[in-house]
């Protein structure tokens, strides 16, 4: 089989694409045999060695990658040998390995596909999706919100604008591109305003006010975000993709951070959430951008460029029919 190898820390050119041997499902582990390998900002923190969040700092050489989908073609002892054959779609943890045509995975954290769903977007809903999930249900999205989503159509963006509609907010969005523009407003926004466009804030600032502000983005976008944000408003802050971290005071605004630690169970339970959300089409992650396996550092380079927009994933050929 193949699979992304990764030596040393450094720039994209370190994600070598080379033949690995055959892996064996140990007790306790199914194989899966990959057709989608979710790709996360993270990823690019973990690969050049300058941020690892949450996770300890991997050792090399190492294959990169978190979530997978694809079919079981190998179970280790003590595993339901029923979970043979079926899609699968499973979050790796803190472990490696999801840049490949196989990974294993403990058999605890499988789910099975919904019917309908491929394998990409089963990928998206299991690591982005659950995010999502997480973030939606930290704080109640109100009919009357005016709801501002910074990174609109990036793939938790895109989830977000569409939980806000689905509760009946007005939702402002920013975008960089004319594209992600178009994108963030088929999710749903009300107004997007491209923030590469000169006087963004500006614009910004002749919209209503927001009164609840998703906060993934850090850095100028956040403080000007928190500074239009209306008094009585909340502004919830679940990391800094421009590289700036932010403190926020006011005591007329609220902040919160979605940044600690969840447990295993109640991440199996987003988890679900977000598949279940997928099937049935009311919060489906937008798989904009995809790569083939071989293809790993290209993908890197585009989402460091941000070039890319909604989930990127990386393929392998086949598919969950």
Do not use: C
């Not at 690892?52 to 050792?59: H, I, Q, R, Y």
């Amino acid at each position: 089989m193949h699979g992304i190898i990764q030596r040393a820390f450094g720039g994209p050119d370190v994600l070598r694409f080379e033949e690995r041997p055959e892996l064996q499902s140990a007790p306790g582990q199914a194989r899966i045999a990959v057709l989608a390998s979710g790709v996360h900002l993270l990823d690019a923190g973990i690969r050049s060695g300058t941020s690892f969040g949450a996770l300890p700092k991997p050792e090399l050489p190492m294959v990169p990658g978190r979530e997978v989908a694809g079919r079981v073609d190998a179970v280790g002892g003590g595993v339901d040998p029923a979970w043979l054959g079926r899609p699968v779609v499973a979050h790796l943890g803190a472990a490696s390995g999801g840049y490949a045509e196989q990974a294993l995975a403990a058999a605890a954290s499988l789910h099975a596909v919904p019917e309908g769903l491929d394998a990409a977007t089963a990928v998206a809903a299991i690591g982005t999706g659950r995010t999502a999930a997480l973030i939606v249900e930290q704080v109640e999205i109100r009919p009357d919100d005016i709801v501002l989503v910074p990174s609109a159509a990036g793939g938790l963006g895109v989830l977000l604008v569409q939980a806000a509609k689905a509760a009946g907010a007005w939702i402002a969005g920013l975008a960089g591109s004319d594209e992600k523009v178009r994108i963030a407003r088929n999710a749903g926004a009300d107004v997007v305003v491209n923030y590469r466009s000169p006087g963004w804030a500006e614009e910004l600032e002749r919209l209503p006010r927001p009164t609840l502000v998703f906060d993934g983005v850090g850095g100028h976008v956040g403080r000007v975000a928190f500074e239009l944000l209306a008094e009585g408003g909340r502004q919830l802050v679940f990391g800094w993709s421009s590289g700036g971290r932010n403190d926020y005071s006011h005591p007329a605004k609220t902040t919160a951070s979605l940044l600690g630690p969840v447990n295993a169970e109640r991440l199996r339970a987003l988890e679900a959430e977000a598949l279940a959300r997928a099937a049935d089409g009311s919060r489906v992650p937008l798989v904009g951008s995809s790569f083939p396996l071989a293809s790993a550092a290209e993908a890197h380079r585009a989402l460091e460029a941000r070039e890319t927009y909604g989930k990127i994933v990386l393929l392998t050929e086949g598919d969950l029919a």
